[in-house]
C-alpha cells in the first residue's frame, strides 16, 4: 500500500445532478485542486458517462459511492467503478472483511493503479448515534477499528472525520491514505457535518486528501475559494 503523491490535498466535491454545472466547476477549480469527488447524487443522475467526462479532465478522481452489500456484488460494483477511470472509490469498512477484500480484488483486476479506501464513521455521525444503531463504542474507538480492519485486507486507506486523524494514524502508521471530508474553513457553515475542523488543521493532523464541497463550489467564485484553501493548507503541508 502507498499514498498517493497529492502535491494539493484539496478534492473538490462535485455533488450535483447537473452536468455542465459539473464541468464548469471543474474546469474553474482545476488550476488550484489536487483532485475532484463525484458522489451518489452526481453518479445517480449522470451514471458511468458522466464520471468519463469528469475523469477525462485529467485531475484525480474520487468515486465516492461507499459500496455495502455482500461480497459478490461489492466486487461486480467495484469492478465497474474501476473501469470509469478514477483514481480512487470507497466502500464501508462496516461490510467486513469479505466484503472489503472482494471490493479490493476485484478493482485491482480491471485497474491496477486504482485505490480502494474504505469509510469508518460518517462525519454526520456522534457518538449518539452510534448507540442508536447498537455500537456502544465511542466514535473514536469505531473508527480504530474500522481502520484497523481496512488495513488488514490491504485496503490503501480509509474516510474519516478530522477529529480522527490522529487516532487513525495511530493505528495504522504513515504509509496508508486518510481521506477527510468534514473540512470548513474558519466562519464557514457546517451544512450537516458534526465532526469538522479547518483545512490547515486537518493537514497539521495528517489528512492526505481533504474533500471539500459547498465551502468552494457555492462560493461567488469558486477558483478564488479553492486557491485560497491551497493557499492556506500549503504551509501546514510543507511544515
Known amino acids: 500500500m502507498t499514498m498517493l503523491p497529492f502535491s494539493n490535498p484539496v478534492f473538490v466535491a462535485l455533488d450535483t445532478p447537473d452536468l455542465p454545472r459539473a464541468l464548469a466547476l471543474a474546469k474553474a477549480v482545476r488550476p488550484h485542486a489536487g483532485g475532484l469527488k463525484v458522489g451518489l447524487e452526481f453518479i445517480t443522475a449522470l451514471g458511468p458517462s458522466g464520471v468519463r467526462e ?19 456484488t461489492v466486487a461486480g460494483a467495484a469492478r465497474e467503478i ?30 491496477p493503479n486504482v485505490k480502494a479506501i474504505a469509510v469508518t464513521v460518517l462525519t454526520s455521525m456522534g457518538d449518539d448515534d452510534l448507540s442508536s444503531v ?31 486523524i490522529e487516532v487513525v494514524r495511530r493505528a495504522c502508521g504513515p504509509n496508508f491514505l486518510i481521506a477527510t471530508p468534514g473540512v470548513r474553513p474558519a466562519g464557514a457553515q ?29 462560493a461567488d467564485d469558486p477558483a478564488k475559494a479553492a486557491a485560497a484553501i491551497a493557499e492556506e493548507v500549503a504551509p501546514a503541508r510543507a511544515a
Do not use: W, Y
Not at 477511470?85 to 480484488?105: C, D, I, T
Not at 451544512?191 to 457555492?218: F, H, K, W
Open 54 to 72: 469528469i475523469a477525462d479532465l485529467g485531475l484525480p478522481v474520487f468515486a465516492d459511492v461507499k459500496f455495502h452489500d455482500i461480497p459478490n
Open 82 to 111: 474501476a473501469k470509469l477511470g478514477v483514481a480512487l472509490f470507497n466502500v464501508h469498512a462496516s461490510g467486513g472483511e469479505a466484503m472489503l477484500k472482494a471490493a479490493r480484488e476485484a478493482a485491482l483486476s480491471v485497474n
Open 134 to 164: 447498537g455500537l456502544g463504542d465511542s466514535v473514536a474507538l469505531q473508527v480504530a477499528r474500522l481502520a484497523r480492519l481496512a488495513k488488514d485486507c490491504e485496503l490503501d486507506g480509509v474516510v474519516c472525520s478530522p477529529r480522527e
Open 190 to 218: 457546517l451544512g450537516d457535518q458534526r465532526r469538522v475542523t479547518t483545512p490547515s488543521e486537518a493537514v497539521r493532523a495528517g489528512a492526505d486528501i481533504l474533500v471539500i464541497g459547498r465551502p468552494i463550489t457555492a
